[in-house]
Structures are given as C-alpha cells and as structure tokens.
C-alpha cells in the first residue's frame, strides 16, 4: 500500500539530489578562470534536461527493468509503459513506481555531471553531450542494474553501496580519469596561472551539496523511518571529519588550512560515506571521514606525481572515496545498523571484505573508457580538445 508519508519523503529527497546538480555546477564552476565559468555551469546544467529525457526513454528500463542474465535491463519499460502510480514490489513498496523511478533519476543525473570537473576548461559542447549520453547508455545504466536492479548480479553477490559508491562515485571517477588522460592538458597548464577565480561560489556550491546529500543518502532508505535517520546522521559526521581531516592535512605540509580544502575535505567525507551509510553507526562514519580526508587528500597529489591534468580533483576526490568507502564498508558494517545489509570483518565477516574488493576491480575493469572517448574523439576530428571560452560554449 502507498505510505503518504514515504512518499512525500521520497519526493523531497528527489528534489535535494536534483538541488545537487547546479549547487555541482556553482562548486565546478568558482574553480575556473572567470573565462570559461558559463561553459562550466552550462555542462552540469544541460544535464539535467539531457539525461532525464535518456532516463525516461530507455535508461530507467535499463536500470531497473525486467532483468536479463544479471547484466541488464530489459526494454519492457520503455518510455516508461507498465511504470505507474502504483507501487512495484521490489523496489518501491511503499511509494509509487514514479516517485521512485524520478528518484533514481537524480541519481542518473548527477553522476555524469561529476565528471566534467576532470576535463573542465577543454572540451566543445557538443562533443560533451554525445559523450554523457553514451556514458550514461552504456557505462551507468548497466552498472545500476548490476547493483540496484532485481537480479543484478553485484547485487546478489551481496555487495553493498547504499546510495552509489560504485554506481556514482567509482564509475565517475575511473571515466574522469580516462577522460583528463586523453583529452590531454589544458594549454598552459604549469605554465599558467590557473587558479579559481570565485571561492565563495566553489564554498556555496559546496554547502548546496551537502545539503543535498541528505536527500542522496538518507532518501536510498526508500522510506521515513529509523534507517534514513541513520544514513543522515553518518553522513552529516563524515563530511564534518572529511573536512576537518582536509585541512589538519593541509596545516601540517602547507603550514595553512584553506576554505578551497576545507570544502574539498567535505565533499570527500561525503562522496566517501555514500556506500557506507545505510549500513555503519556515527563512530564508524567518523572514521570513515577521517579516512576520507587524508586518502582523497593525497589521491588529488597524485596528480602531480603521474602527470594528468584532473582539472577539478574529481578522480582524487570521487575515485579515491568511492574506493575508501566501499572497502569501509566491508569492515565496519553492521547489521545491527541494517538488518537487510550484512555483517563486514570488524563484526564477524570477513568475507564481506572480499565481496566489495571483488566489486571496486570488476568496476573498474569495466569502466575503461578509452576506446568510447578515442571514438567520440575521431569522429570530431580531435576538436574535443581545445581552449574553452564561454563565447563558444553558448554557440
């Protein structure tokens, strides 16, 4: 039966994650030069119209459809025929198909959109929507279905990822590498002066973030109750030991904590508790964001040591956490804390550690995107790659 009060929940929580994409797109957009800080925002923006029109088409039936052999989604749903206003019995048995599958589609959205802070400042408008819808086509809606979807076989392997470690963060953070990898460096890179140019638009973003990640983990609950209440408490205590982690880093090997850290230490607490936060209590979260902080802290200095141009940290930060928090959730989960979860090493399963390893290497193996970006690439000629300005970006 259809619970108004899940429901309306669920609806808020939509509306916080969908909040996430142009609060992403102030963050992306402060840590450019002031040239190129529409054609930043434009990308997270368009999103938003071009992957929901992708989700209610075919990527929501690729998602989350009638399964096929564990790998997929079935076209049954296309253009959403057979999902109403009805509840379905897997995912959504409290609240009306739609409002779940509108949900999701936040989700949907937001992910590509992380992924142009790594090639931000050098990539032609039109050749960036190609590039998100395949991505999305290929890369997020199968990945989805492997850990979300009835019958994915992620899923019934027993991996956790509460609300997208895999699905968001890992899968965002291996294409933002490939991408910054083979679009190359922007011209003037460690000769220039490439600064950000608006912090307090990067701190704004940032805050619209974490207020949206409410909506992103605490809404994976699916429901009103004790465990969205949970998911909210851990990821509020992770962003705050993220943060703090960030800029004690900060002071110790640059002599000073800056805001530009403290926000970035945030947002790896964040993006870190994600898998984990439907299945750890406060002491854990906190670990996890201390370890957040100081991993995605030297994952952004990797940079520099292997010589890849990731413009805004999205690898350093999203890779790196995704990464951290998976495997934290194979020690520190509990099933005190959810008793639909499972057990991880520190409470007597150690198996569950293997299963999340098993679940970042397939993950990443997958998410090898070079031949997809060197095909987008030829068959523009190599004009992905150029100086951006906000003139061209807009024509």
Known sequence: MID???????????????????????????????KNVLGTIMQSFIIIGLISLEWILWGYSMAFGPDKFGLIGGLEWFGLRGVGLTPHPVYASTVPHQVFMIYQCMFAVITPALITGAFAERMRFWPFLLFSLLWATFVYNPIAHWVWGHGGWLGNLGALDFAGGIVVHVSSGVAALAAAIILGKRKGYGTHDLKPHNLPMTLLGAGILWFGWFGFNAGSALSAGALAGSAFVATHVAGTTGALAWIAMEWKLRGKATTLGAASGAIAGLATITPAAGFVGPIPAALIGLIAGIGCYFGILAKNRFNYDDSLDVVGIHDVGGVIGLIAAGLFASKMVNPNGSNGLFFGNPSQLGIQGLAVLVTIVYFNLEDLVLWARSEFNGSAIYETSELKCLT
């Open 4 to 34: 108004a009060g899940d429901t309306a929940f669920i609806l808020i929580c939509a509306a916080l994650v969908m909040f996430m994409t142009p609060g992403l797109a102030l963050f992306y957009g402060g840590m450019v030069r002031s």
